[in-house]
C-alpha cells in the first residue's frame, strides 16, 4: 500500500483579524474561525490522498484562547492518521499578538474527510507516516479518536431517527 509522510499534507494560512471578522466580544467570530478550519484541513487531505475530499465530520473544536483584532492567526493542518478512504486531519491553531508578538495556541480540531474518485465514491487513501515527536503522538492517539468517532456516528444515526422533520410554523 501506498504511503506518504505527514509533511507531505502539512499547510498552513495565515490572516489577520479585521473588524468586521469579530463579534460583540471584540474577538474572532467563532464560525469565521470553523470556516477557515474547515477550508485548510480539506487542502492537507486533499494533498495527501491527490484526490477530491468530503467533510466526513468535526469531532472537535476546542477554543483554548480569544483571538483580537490587535492578533494574527496562523492555522497549521495535516493528516494524522488514515483509515481505508478516510483521513484525520489535525488543525492548530496559533495567534500571535502583532504588538508583542507573544504566541499562543488558540484553537484545536480534529476532522475527518474522505477521499472521492471521479465518480465521487469512496478511493484508497495512502498510509501517513508520522515524524516529528507531534505527528507520532497524534498517530498513536488516533485509533482512540477513531473508535469514539464511531460510536458518536452511531448515536448520531439513532438520534436522528427520533428527530422531526417538519417546522412548527407549518
Same mark, same amino acid.
Given at each position: ?75 497549521? !493542518? %495535516?493528516? $494524522? ?9 489535525? /488543525?492548530? @491553531? ?5 504588538? #508583542? ?7 484545536? !480540531? %480534529?476532522? $475527518? ?9 469512496? /478511493?484508497? @487513501? ?5 515524524? #516529528? ?30 428527530? #422531526? ?6
Amino acid at each position: 500500500m501506498e504511503q506518504r509522510y505527514a509533511k507531505e499534507s502539512r499547510c498552513y494560512k495565515t490572516s489577520r483579524i479585521f473588524p468586521p471578522d469579530v463579534n460583540n466580544h471584540n474577538t474572532l467570530f467563532g464560525g469565521k474561525l470553523m470556516s477557515y478550519i474547515d477550508d485548510i484541513a480539506s487542502i492537507a487531505a486533499w494533498k495527501h490522498c491527490r484526490n477530491s475530499v468530503v467533510t466526513a465530520s468535526t469531532d472537535s473544536v476546542d477554543f483554548l484562547h480569544p483571538i483580537r483584532p490587535t492578533d494574527s492567526v496562523c492555522l497549521e !493542518s %495535516f493528516v $494524522t492518521w488514515t483509515g481505508t478512504s478516510s483521513m484525520e486531519v489535525f /488543525v492548530k @491553531v496559533i495567534t500571535e499578538d502583532l504588538k #508583542t508578538s507573544e504566541r499562543k495556541i488558540a484553537a484545536t !480540531s %480534529f476532522l $475527518t474527510f474522505v477521499a472521492l474518485d471521479d465518480d465521487n465514491k469512496p /478511493v484508497r @487513501v495512502p498510509k501517513v507516516v508520522p515524524e #516529528t515527536e507531534e505527528e507520532k503522538h497524534l498517530h498513536e492517539t488516533a485509533v482512540a479518536r477513531a473508535e469514539r468517532r464511531k460510536q458518536r456516528r452511531a448515536e448520531s444515526a439513532k438520534f436522528a431517527h427520533v428527530l #422531526t422533520v417538519d417546522f412548527p410554523w407549518e
